[in-house]
């Protein structure tokens, strides 16, 4: 079965710089690969996905890059506010089914 | 509107008890979840259920049974609870079984003691 690993677990960076998430899996037929940001206390909610047929996807200040060669995949964040504070799960799929989330990575962005 | 609502959002109860939470889902998906998020804070499938039937069902003890009466409901019931059920259950649904984007409730945090 798939295995998602992530680091680091725990990421520390001062308000403004960038923050870099990465990911790995182990099934090469997953093809849908999306970020869910969990604030304390709360649900987890997706903020950004990419499909294996993508390279990289932007939105504002987050974006992602995928190589599917090597199997991994990263979220970046610029300009890291404090409100962007919280845990970050990546998670892979195969056609939407079964997904396996990583171990997550708890950001703070010290002001 | 609470798209994925599930109940109760806290529940503290003694080893040995039998609870139950419940979800509900107003989006009109096909497919709901039931995960587990432990103290580490590891998202575990536990259950998956496409039009009221049983697609996945992980390595979980048999103490926890779902139910799911129709597709906008996935209720969890769990039997003799041990202090090592601890952890939120989140609720969660997609529009298909490969409808890409989960939606998830707001869990439900299960102390046992």
């Known amino acids: 079965g798939e295995n998602v690993e992530q680091h680091p677990s725990t990421l520390s960076v001062q308000e403004g710089d960038s923050a870099v998430i990465k990911c790995t899996y182990s099934?090469?037929?997953?093809?849908?690969f999306p970020w869910y940001k969990q604030e304390l206390g709360k649900r987890p909610q997706l903020i950004i996905d990419i499909r294996s047929n993508v390279g990289e996807k932007k939105d504002q200040r987050i974006a992602v890059t995928l190589n599917k060669t090597a199997k991994h995949f990263s979220l970046h964040i610029t300009e890291t506010q404090p409100e962007d504070s919280a845990v970050y799960f990546c998670a892979a799929s195969r056609n939407g089914q079964n997904f396996v989330f990583g171990p997550g990575t708890r950001l703070s962005v010290l002001p | 509107d609470t798209a994925v609502s599930q109940t109760p959002k806290y529940l503290v109860t003694q080893m040995g008890n039998d609870k139950s939470i419940k979800c509900e889902q107003n989006?009109?998906?096909?497919?709901m979840y039931w995960y587990k998020q432990d103290s580490k804070k590891f998202l575990k499938i536990m259950f998956s259920?496409?039009?009221?039937?049983?697609?996945i069902n992980e390595t979980v003890p048999n103490r926890f049974s779902p139910k799911s009466p129709d597709k906008a409901h996935l209720n969890l019931h769990i039997n003799s609870l041990e202090l090592g059920d601890s952890a939120v259950y989140f609720c969660a649904s997609s529009q298909s079984f490969s409808g890409n984007t989960i939606y998830f409730g707001e869990g439900s945090w299960l102390t046992v003691v």
């Open positions: 099934d090469s037929a997953s093809n849908y």
């Open positions: 259920y496409n039009n009221k039937e049983l697609i």
């Open positions: 989006l009109g998906h096909d497919t």
